[in-house]
């Protein structure tokens, strides 16, 4: 009996033991734990990251360009979004008054052939003996769930009109309250052909839910097309709402991918993004419904404001263009040479000099200078489809024989296993939960370092784990993109996806950023691309973590170069476990006294619990925090918070460690 006793104590210290090492190893680390991080700063261990490892990827979904990043405030301006047949639905314009006192409907006499769709206003009252009601009658366009009207704010109003008689139209920018903004009156005694009518409306008040009216009080019919209202304060006047562009363009790409996506295949090849029905004069793009993310979009953000957007960024474009594929249908090999020829002419609009065929087009939209166009994507998502390939060839041969330089991606995966066909990179997606997210930072350490370089140009924690842009999500992304650094001989770009999302169509979650009509704030997500906006082109070092708990803390190191000229040790750790940890750094082959001891700081991304969000009501709950780093030496501990994202920043005095040439980039705080 004593002899089983003793056995059974022995067995519950053994399940004991076994159920402690098990925990532990499942959190990562231990309380209080000491980690040793060994930093080799000389060149022999270092890596140059190539300029272009971070970027961005803008789609058009969840209304991230129509009612978002593109300022125009009339939604569905040219009456077109239902459909090319009529009667059709006007939707989101509204009716002012009621059947006795007008009538609206929609008929094909557009003087624009390539969006025929006008409205047609015949008003009843206001003739002999029947006065309208107070205000007039007519309609009103909400904007994209109301229009942020500014208090001494301008806004240019652009209409065309036609009319058999005299009109006396008021237009008017209207608050949620029904208080009248801004105000102009168009009178004409002769619109009997389609009239271009403009206005400048000054408003003095404020409302974030706004909506235009048009109205009258006299009798007779008047037809109504493109009604755009647009801010006039725009980045550069070039059409982008200035409080997104900022939010963009303080992550510093190197690139955009544009303009999608699912949004360039289209759920159907007839719904897809075609980029000559993108570009021209505003008013006569056709505009077209994205089938995939269910929403009609005027095209004002076409081909070239694509492209001018990535020059105001200082980012390189990225033109993903279709090829062929949708998500249901597919051009036979056989018959794509019309595809070819669209997409070589869509390059020789963005490059071509202003004496060439599209060019010309390109200066004639104000634009003489060629685009900095160098890469364009095959497709997107389409590899393993029946045509892909033979379809890729084929813009592969076109394109390569007519721009040798540039590179082309292709979709097909080439991490694990060569790719069957030419390519200079090849596309790779992640959307997963946060482990496996976290766990991907290792995934290129065994892709080819010979062949294509990976692209992966949509990553993001998806789920449970990520809500609608959790501190958690934010983290398994900072390590998964600590690990792209470290593999950087493999992997030449990469970007977040979705960019964007409107809070009133979140066709999909989680995003960088999300807005309003009047405001925006940034995720987890996007806080924590900051951490790698120096990355670009610096230098990695080699770094190792002892003992390396690859299951909760990864981290990386690298030296750039400011505009200054003066160079910076940037040291990145994320914490991905519930345990605090001290961190003994020890910096090898610097020069002693490398390091500055003033100036260097220690920047956090975390919150009190790891499912935080930010909102509109608190957008800077989980931000970076950026305090003073004392102690600064070769040798040194510092202490990270459980589930973080650390900064560790210092100015190194002048060139006491070797890195490679043009590591350069803005300084500037987070
Ligand atoms: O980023 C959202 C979507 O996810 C993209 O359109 C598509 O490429 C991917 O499936």
Not at 406 to 422: E, F, R
Not at 461 to 469: L, S
Not at 547 to 557: G, K, Y
Not at 575 to 599: A, H, K
């Amino acid at each position: 009996m004593g002899a089983i006793t003793l056995l059974h104590i022995m067995l519950l210290f053994f399940f004991i033991l076994l159920s402690a090492s098990y925990q532990s190893s499942a959190t990562g680390i231990g309380a209080n734990q000491t980690i040793s991080l060994f930093v080799n700063a000389s060149e022999a261990s270092a890596k140059k990251i190539p300029e272009t490892l971070f970027g961005i990827f803008f789609e058009e979904i969840n209304h991230a360009g129509a009612g978002g990043l593109w300022a125009e405030l009339v939604s569905n301006r040219g009456f077109e979004a239902g459909g090319p047949n009529t009667p059709s639905n006007i939707d989101p314009w509204s009716v002012i008054g009621d059947e006795s006192s007008l009538l609206v409907s929609t008929d094909r006499s557009s003087c624009f052939d390539r969006n025929k769709i006008a409205l047609r206003m015949e008003v009843l009252c206001g003739g002999e003996g029947t006065i309208c009601p107070a205000g007039g009658v007519g309609i009103y366009n909400p904007g994209f769930w109301g229009m942020n009207i500014e208090q001494g704010k301008t806004y240019k109003l652009v209409l065309y009109a036609r009319s058999l008689g005299p009109i006396n139209v008021s237009v008017s920018l209207t608050g949620s309250t029904g208080l009248q903004l801004a105000a102009t009156n168009f009178v004409a005694s002769d619109v009997s052909n389609w009239t271009k009518l403009e206005a400048i409306l000054q408003a003095k008040g404020t409302d974030a839910n706004s909506r235009l009216q048009l109205t009258t009080t006299r009798k007779g019919v008047i037809w109504f097309d493109q009604v755009s209202l647009m801010p006039t304060d725009t980045y550069k006047g070039h059409g982008f709402r200035n409080d997104l562009f900022e939010m963009v363009k303080n992550m510093r790409p190197a690139f955009i991918r544009f303009p999608g996506g699912c949004f360039v295949e289209g759920e159907w090849l007839r719904n897809a993004f075609r980029w000559k029905e993108t570009i021209g004069p505003w008013e006569e793009r056709p505009g077209h419904f994205g089938d995939v993310w269910h929403y009609w979009t005027d095209d004002g953000l076409g081909h070239l404001e694509f492209l001018q957007l990535a020059e105001d960024l200082g980012a390189l474009p990225i033109w993903v263009f279709n090829n062929g594929v949708s998500h249901n249908d597919e051009v036979d090999t056989s018959s794509i040479s019309p595809f070819l020829q669209e997409i070589l002419d869509g390059i020789e609009f963005a490059r071509g000099d202003r004496d060439s065929k599209w060019g010309s087009v390109r200066a004639a939209m104000g634009h003489p200078e060629p685009f900095d166009l160098r890469y364009v994507a095959v497709g997107n998502e389409d590899c393993g489809k029946k045509n892909y390939l033979g379809n890729y060839l084929k813009f592969y041969s076109a394109i390569k024989s007519a721009y040798p330089d540039i590179k082309i991606i292709s979709n097909c995966d080439g991490s694990s296993q060569p790719l069957d066909h030419p390519a200079d990179l090849y596309d790779y997606h992640i959307y997963s939960s946060a482990n496996n997210v976290f766990a991907s930072a290792q995934k290129f350490d065994k892709a080819s370092r010979n062949g294509p370089k990976a692209f992966v140009s949509e990553y993001a924690v998806t789920g449970n784990d990520a809500g609608k842009g959790s501190l958690l999500a934010a983290l398994a992304e900072a390590g998964f993109l600590i690990g792209l650094e470290k593999n950087c001989d493999a992997v030449e770009m990469a970007s977040y996806a979705p960019l964007f999302v409107n809070t009133h169509d979140r066709t999909w979650s989680p995003d960088a950023i999300v807005f309003d009509s009047s405001q925006a704030y940034g995720t987890p997500s996007y806080w924590m691309q900051h951490f790698f906006r120096e990355s670009n082109g610096a230098t990695l070092l080699s770094s190792t973590l002892q003992p390396n708990p690859s299951s909760s803390l990864i981290a990386s190191a690298i030296t750039w170069k400011d505009t200054e000229d003066n160079r910076h040790l940037r040291i990145k750790v994320v914490n991905f476990g519930s345990n605090s940890v001290t961190l003994q750094i020890s910096i090898d082959g610097m020069e002693v006294n490398s390091l500055q001891s003033s100036g260097s700081t220690k920047t956090e991304l975390t919150s009190s619990n790891v499912m935080d969000e930010n909102s509109f009501q608190v957008p800077n709950k989980v931000v970076p925090v950026k305090t003073q780093l004392d102690d600064v030496g070769e040798e040194m501990d510092v202490v990270l918070s459980p589930h973080s994202v650390t900064s560790l920043d210092f100015v190194l005095n002048s060139d006491k460690i070797r890195i490679f040439g043009s590591d350069s980039v803005d300084r500037s705080s987070y």
